[in-house]
Antibody
Framework: EVQLVESGGGLVQPGGSLRLSCAASGFTFSNFAMSWVRQAPGKGLEWVSGISSSGLSTYYADSVQGRYTISRDNSKNTLFFQMNRLRAEDTAIYYC??????????????WGQGTLVTVSS | QTVVTQEPSFSVSPGGTVTLTCGLSSGSVSTTYYPSWYQQTPGQAPRTLIYSTNTRSSGVPDRFSGSILGNKAALTITGAQADDESDYYCLLYLGSGIVVFGGGTKLTVL
C-alpha cells in the first residue's frame, strides 16, 4: 500500500523558514517523480514544485521560485521542501504527491494527507 | 501567463450525466497536455480519478470517464450519485516540467 506521510508543518512568522518532509513507502520511491501541492484555506489546489525521480531536475511555480527548494533522498525514501522567506499568502495545507512515472507530466497518482503551514505574526 | 479554466460550479440530478471541462486561456487542450482529474471533498485530500486524458486511476468506477471535447479536456460522470458531490480539479502539463491546476468546479447533486 502506497503511503505518503508529511511532517514539519506549523506556525511560523513572516520572513521565517520551515522544512517539510514526506516519508514514502509501499513503492519504489526512486522510480517516480514527486510533487508538492498546496491549498490555501477555502481555495483551490496549487501545484508549487516537482522533482524528477533521480532528483536531477526540479521545477517551481512562479509563486515560490527562488524562495522554496525541493529535494529528495532516494536512499531514505524521503521528499523534502525547504521554504524560506515565508509570507502570509503561503499559509496552506501542503500535500506531498507521487507521480505516475519518472517525470511529473502525467499528473499525480497518490496524495498524502497534508501538513498545515501557517504564516502569521 | 497561461490560465487553466474550469466552470466554477455545476449541478446535476441524481442519476443524470454531467460533463465538466478544462480549457486554456489561450490555445486548445490536446492529449499532449496529459490532462488529469481529481476529486476532493471538504476536509479530505484529493483523490485521483483520471490521468493521461482518459485512463481511470485504480479503483475508480467506470461512471467516470475522460476525453477531449473540442478544444478542452472533459470529465464525464454518468449516473451521478449523491456522494459525487465534490470539488473537481483538472491538471494540465504545460511543458518544461510545469503543471497547472484549474480553479476547480464545485459539483452539486440535487
Amino acid at each position: 500500500e502506497v503511503q505518503l506521510v508529511e511532517s514539519g508543518g506549523g506556525l511560523v512568522q513572516p520572513g521565517g523558514s520551515l522544512r517539510l518532509s514526506c516519508a514514502a513507502s509501499g513503492f519504489t520511491f526512486s522510480n517516480f517523480a514527486m510533487s508538492w501541492v498546496r491549498q490555501a484555506p477555502g481555495k483551490g489546489l496549487e501545484w508549487v514544485s516537482g522533482i524528477s525521480s533521480s532528483g536531477l531536475s526540479t521545477y517551481y511555480a512562479d509563486s515560490v521560485q527562488g524562495r522554496y527548494t525541493i529535494s529528495r533522498d532516494n536512499s531514505k525514501n524521503t521528499l523534502f521542501f525547504q521554504m524560506n522567506r515565508l509570507r502570509a499568502e503561503d499559509t496552506a495545507i501542503y500535500y506531498c504527491a507521487k507521480g505516475f512515472s519518472g517525470s511529473g507530466k502525467r499528473g499525480i497518482d497518490y496524495w498524502g494527507q497534508g501538513t498545515l503551514v501557517t504564516v502569521s505574526s | 501567463q497561461t490560465v487553466v479554466t474550469q466552470e466554477p460550479s455545476f449541478s446535476v440530478s441524481p442519476g443524470g450525466t454531467v460533463t465538466l471541462t478544462c480549457g486554456l486561456s489561450s490555445g486548445s487542450v490536446s492529449t499532449t497536455y496529459y490532462p488529469s482529474w481529481y476529486q476532493q471533498t471538504p476536509g479530505q485530500a484529493p483523490r485521483t480519478l483520471i490521468y493521461s486524458t482518459n485512463t481511470r486511476s485504480s479503483g475508480v468506477p467506470d461512471r467516470f470517464s475522460g476525453s477531449i471535447l473540442g478544444n478542452k479536456a472533459a470529465l464525464t460522470i454518468t449516473g451521478a450519485q449523491a456522494d459525487d458531490e465534490s470539488d473537481y480539479y483538472c491538471l494540465l502539463y504545460l511543458g518544461s516540467g510545469i503543471v497547472v491546476f484549474g480553479g476547480g468546479t464545485k459539483l452539486t447533486v440535487l
